[in-house]
């Protein structure tokens, strides 16, 4: 993303040809027992362009400081960590008894 938190044209192109060979792939896939309708070397390059697509995605994101662990959280999605006040827990702790 550049700086405005916006992707970039690289980035915009990368997702564009990621999603368009999705669907190629989705389309064409046949039912159980049926013969595929691309060749086994059309289906490979396929998986390249992928791979390509991957890299350069990671590349892109560690160019701009984004880790490899980050990854979008959705709304309805639990979250796997949270946030407790240091005061929440200083008031909630009692004194020591004194003999």
């Known amino acids: 993303m550049t700086a405005d938190n916006k992707p970039s044209k690289e980035q915009r192109?990368?997702?564009?040809?990621?999603?368009?060979?999705?669907?190629?792939?989705?389309?064409?896939?046949?039912n159980p027992g049926m013969r595929h309708v691309l060749s086994d070397a059309t289906r490979e390059d396929i998986r390249m362009?992928?791979?390509?697509?991957?890299?350069?995605?990671?590349?892109?994101?560690?160019?701009?400081?984004?880790?490899?662990?980050?990854?979008?959280?959705?709304?309805?999605?639990?979250?796997?960590s949270s946030v407790i006040s240091i005061d929440a827990l200083k008031k909630n702790k009692t004194p020591p008894e004194t003999n």
């Open 13 to 30: 192109t990368l997702l564009v040809m990621r999603k368009v060979l999705s669907a190629i792939v989705r389309e064409t896939t046949p």
């Open 49 to 80: 362009c992928f791979g390509l697509i991957s890299a350069r995605e990671q590349e892109l994101a560690q160019e701009s400081g984004i880790t490899a662990q980050e990854r979008p959280r959705y709304p309805d999605q639990p979250k796997q």
